[in-house]
């Protein structure tokens, strides 16, 4: 296949002050300027509440946060005609928890994707692992900038050897320089020059340096150390110049601030040259060895410094041979001898110059371009186009958005009685009206918000859905109605057990949760009325829901001795069908199965962790785990029970109808069993049944429509179904709500080192 000759990026891009923009902006360069010159294009992230003038190759900009930016990005790179795509990877420059937003893009992409890693944990979180896991998986070729992060790739994330290729941090190709003359043109002639570069902030080790100087400055007394670089952005905008200042300060301390120099500039390419040609000696004291790529250290290297270094991985892989001098972490007498004698020895340093030098020539733009296209061909030539097969195996969540999550098309459903049950397409069709088990969903969502202390459904259809649910009621037969017709005509007295038991269950989380005190007592009042009738209910459904409102409804109100022996009713109830129930490989309630089947597992893990009482837990996990056997696809997707087969005794579960309550449900299921036991692997269970809303089903298909909310009513045999209902939405919701509020919970500490910028 011939070399791509369209080229798009994906990473930060200049303005923006960091190295992957710097980066990005250079190969991109390289690239138009090399033997067979390509087009180029970029897709920028912008960092929250920021914005940039970006250049006119900058084709489109992702806002950090909003994951439909990612959709969008991805469509835009699809139309574009480009021949590849390539990706600059750092877990901090993308949105959501260790950048997994860029997911939703990848999943999206039909391009082949060469992908640049510039950061590689050896010791990540879990879900660093599935993120660069994922991304790994989506990339065609994935490019390293050194033989450790070939071995990182390969042992700890499972990468195949012979998919990555290792390309060294591109220079800029300049002759070998004299920095005596440099300092002349810079005004500081006669003077040993110490340099460090890059954008401020505590993880650089400049503290190291400073305490070093008194030891530095008794042997070379002339000698000045410049630390040339802006603040960090970030640090910048939560702490000012706290750090820097605090710098200053330690430099006064010690006596060493007429030879230590502070230049607070992000400065450009040929400044930054100039700086690097007139320095006697670099150093980059970073205090962590996880740091793959330095972008300054490469430059400085590559020019012919002497560098001075602690042993972070990029550090060894250059440096070794006599190329350069590594010292020992946050050691302030090794730095400084190892200084002072590069100092004080003119030839050792012209011979360590020389050979940096030399080594260097690999690195060159020019160079690195073409190993770049080299990687960018094989890409091409290995990349297969998505199928709807491979989107089962290969189709990966898009994550929900806490802050702006989408709630288009459930205004669409609601007017001023509630929510409509059915859509033509994603047209209300009012001709079947209304239910209280959609209004009792859509009061649980508001719920389920106000507990997460977030926004979006407005109080005046909150209090619609309370509303419907108070009409609902009928105190005659002591039980709620279900259907209402458009015209506001009840079409029946009493509505399902189930119904009544969703609907305790919405009364419950409104009591706990809800942002209006007046509302609260009203849904635990009627709760108190409506609870009572359920000990005569023979669905374990209904006995699930009932104990699902218990368990938020109890803690709104824990002095209610009634609700408390309700609770251990049910409970019982479902351990007693267990016991008749179960047998040798099939741990299950009942003979067949139904809808909303994790319920029944969720209501006891839920009622065991609130009551301290193992046994619940015990049979809900163990339920829960039979139930998955039947709900995994041949190639590990979750496959929702279908409706065409339900209690069929003795069979296995028919494929079809699959429908969005079943993903919720076992969602929430995997959730608790996950509170309940701390074991990870229940958070990729929930994420792989979400996973069936946005593409990992049977068919390969997103459901859901990130733009408006919207989720199709489920899966036909042959297609999805193209309603858009007030189930389906609401049920789209809660599960984006339940999984956002785990992950934020989850959400790990930022590396210490990051290569976020150029270092």
């Known amino acids: 296949m011939s070399r791509p000759a369209r080229i798009a990026f994906i990473g930060n891009s200049l303005p923006r002050q960091c190295g992957i923009a710097t980066f990005t902006g250079d190969i991109s360069q390289a690239l138009m300027d090399g033997v067979e010159p390509v087009q180029t294009s970029i897709v920028a992230v912008t960092d929250a509440r920021q914005s940039y003038a970006y250049p006119d190759d900058v084709i489109f900009e992702i806002r950090e946060e909003e994951v439909e930016d990612y959709v969008t990005a991805a469509r835009v790179l699809n139309e574009g005609r480009f021949d590849v ?65 070939r071995t990182l790739l390969t042992e700890i994330y499972g990468v195949a050897p012979q998919k990555i290729d290792v390309i060294a941090h591109g220079i800029p190709d300049r002759p070998f320089h004299d920095p005596d003359l440099a300092k002349i043109e810079r005004g500081y002639a006669g003077r040993p020059i110490i340099l460090t570069f890059g954008l401020l902030s505590p993880n650089k080790g400049i503290e190291v340096v400073i305490d070093a100087m008194p030891a530095i400055l008794k042997e070379s007394p002339e000698a000045l150390y410049i630390v040339l670089g802006a603040t960090h952005p970030t640090l910048l905008r939560q702490q000012g110049e706290a750090y820097r200042d605090s710098l200053r300060q330690r430099t006064e301390r010690l006596g060493v601030d007429h030879a230590v120099q502070f230049l607070n500039r992000f400065v450009d390419l040929p400044t930054l040259l100039d700086f690097i040609a007139m320095c006697d000696v670099y150093v980059t004291p970073y205090l962590d060895e996880a740091q793959m790529t330095s972008g300054t250290l490469s430059y400085s290297f590559g020019m012919g410094s002497a560098v001075v270094s602690t042993p972070y991985w990029h550090a060894c892989d250059l440096l070794g041979d006599g190329r350069g001098v590594l010292v ?50 094989k890409a091409r030539t290995a990349y297969r186009p998505k199928l ?242 039947q709900q995994t696809g041949e190639k590990g997707n979750f496959r929702a029970i279908g409706t065409d087969g339900f209690f069929e005794v003795g069979q296995p579960p028919r494929l079809f109808d699959q429908q969005p309550v079943e993903a919720t449900a076992t969602v929430a299921a995997c959730l608790a069993a996950y509170e309940a036991t701390s074991d990870r692997s229940w958070i990729e269970a929930a994420h792989r049944a979400f996973d069936w809303f946005t593409g990992s089903n049977d068919h390969g298909v997103s459901l859901v429509d990130p733009e408006t909310g919207s989720c199709r009513d489920g899966l036909h045999v042959d297609r999805p179904n193209e309603n858009r209902g007030a189930e389906s939405v609401l049920c789209y919701l809660i599960s984006c709500v339940e999984l956002g509020r785990v992950n934020q919970m989850l959400r790990p500490i930022p590396p210490r080192v990051s290569a976020r910028q150029l270092s």
């Open 85 to 149: 795509v390539s990706l600059q990877h750092e877990f901090g420059i993308f949105g959501g928890p260790d950048g997994e937003h860029i997911l939703a893009l990848l999943e999206n992409l039909r391009i082949p994707l060469v992908t640049t890693c510039h950061t590689i944990l050896a010791e990540p979180t879990l879900s660093q692992h599935r993120v660069l896991q994922k991304v790994a998986a989506q990339s065609s070729r994935v490019v390293v900038m050194a033989e450790k992060g």
């Open 328 to 377: 020992p972490f946050g050691d302030a007498p090794a730095t400084a001898n190892a200084i002072a004698t590069l100092l004080g020895d003119d030839e050792a340093r012209m011979a360590m110059r020389k050979r940096a030098y030399e080594a260097g020539r690999a690195m060159i733009w020019s160079h690195v371009a073409t190993l770049y296209l080299d990687s960018m061909t």
């Open 388 to 629: 709807v097969s491979d989107l089962i195996s290969l189709r990966i969540k898009r994550p929900p958005q806490q802050t702006a999550l989408k709630l288009g098309h459930l205004h669409t459903m609601c007017d001023d009685t509630g929510i409509i049950q059915h859509a033509v397409f994603s047209v209300p069709d009012r001709s079947h009206g209304y239910c209280v088990d959609d209004n009792a969903r859509a009061l649980l969502l508001s719920s389920l918000l106000s507990a997460v202390g977030e926004t979006g459904i407005a109080d005046r259809m909150t209090a619609s859905f309370a509303a419907f649910v108070e009409h609902a009621w009928n105190p005659d037969t002591g039980r709620f109605r279900n259907f209402m017709s458009y015209d506001r005509r009840w079409l029946e007295d009493k509505g399902s057990e189930d119904s009544h038991g969703r609907t305790l269950w919405a009364l419950g989380a409104c009591a706990l949760s809800d942002t209006d005190a007046p509302r609260r007592r009203w849904a635990s009042a009627l709760f108190t009325q409506a609870m009572s009738v359920t000990l005569d209910f023979r669905s374990p459904r209904a006995w699930a829901f009932t104990l699902l409102g218990l368990n938020d409804y109890c803690k709104a109100n824990p002095q209610d001795a009634q609700a408390r022996m309700l609770r251990l009713r049910h409970a019982d109830s479902l351990m007693d069908l267990d016991r008749r129930v179960s047998k040798s490989g099939r741990r299950w309630f009942e003979e067949g199965l139904s809808y909303e089947n994790a319920r029944l597992s969720q209501a006891l893990i839920m009622t065991g962790i609130a009551t301290k009482v193992p046994a619940f837990v015990e049979t809900g996990v163990a339920t829960l785990e039979w139930l998955m056997t």
